[in-house]
Each structure stands twice: as C-alpha cells, then as structure tokens.
C-alpha cells in the first residue's frame, strides 16, 4: 500500500515565510503591487496563502532577486505569462529553481562539514 503525503492547503504568512525566505513585510508590500497576490483572511483576520499564490510568491521572488527585473517589468512578464499560457509552468519552474539553490547550498554546507572545512576552503 503507498500513502501519500497530504498537500497542506493553505499557509500562513510565517509559513509562506519560511517557505520562501522573505520577509513579512516584503510579502505584503508584494500584495500591493502584484494584484494576483491577494490572500484570503481566516476568522482572525490572518492571512491565508494557497499553493498556487505561493507559486506565484516564488515566481515574484524568482524574477526580481534572480533575473533583476524591476516590479514593473515583472508585472509585465507575469503578465506575458498569463497571455500566453505559460503562468503556471512559468511558476512552477520557478519554485523548483528555488529548491533547487537551496538544496545545492545544504549540500555545500554538508560537505564542507564532513570535509572539516568550515570556511570552505578547498585543500
């Protein structure tokens, strides 16, 4: 029998957070300049992210920190994606991008353990 892990609906803000290595204040001002960013609020008036805004969080993060554009010219690229179809796998690409970089850099920080080299250097 295979069990599957359950996909968590919906995340906090300290999740998203934590998720993606941002700042609470950065998601927010986000929200107010991506207007696809617009998370419910819960009873407490908390809010509340979904998979596929944090998706979109990862492709915001993704065009502005790795590829430089400005909020401007990411709003048009997403805007593009949407146009053409691609959001989605646009988004998608770039989570796994992010995961990717973060595993790399455990694994650095792994091997520079087991190698006894904590600045990192090689020899």
Same mark, same amino acid.
């Given at each position: 029998?295979?069990? @599957?892990? !359950? $996909?968590?609906? *919906? &995340?906090?803000?300290?999740? $998203?957070? %934590?998720?993606?290595?941002? +700042? ?11 207007? *696809?960013?617009?998370? =419910? ?19 915001? +993060?993704?065009?502005? &920190?790795?590829?430089? *554009? @400005? /909020?401007?010219? =990411?709003?048009?690229? /997403? ?9 989605? %796998?646009? %988004?998608?690409?770039? *989570?796994? =991008?992010?995961? =990717?970089?973060?595993?790399? %850099? ?11 080299? !904590? ?5």
């Amino acid at each position: 029998m295979t069990s @599957t892990r !359950p $996909v968590q609906e *919906f &995340y906090s803000i300290g999740e $998203v957070c %934590a998720l993606t290595d941002l +700042k609470p204040h950065v998601l927010r001002y986000w929200e107010s300049q991506f207007r *696809f960013l617009n998370p =419910a609020k819960n009873r407490s008036g908390n809010r509340v992210y979904k998979s596929r805004e944090v998706e979109l969080i990862m492709l915001v +993060k993704h065009l502005l &920190y790795t590829e430089k *554009f @400005t /909020i401007d010219g =990411a709003r048009q690229r /997403i805007d593009q994606y949407r146009r053409t179809g691609e959001l989605r %796998a646009s %988004a998608r690409k770039a *989570f796994e =991008a992010e995961l =990717a970089t973060e595993v790399r %850099a455990a694994v650095e920080e792994i091997v520079k353990i087991l190698d006894g080299r !904590p600045d990192g250097s090689r020899g």
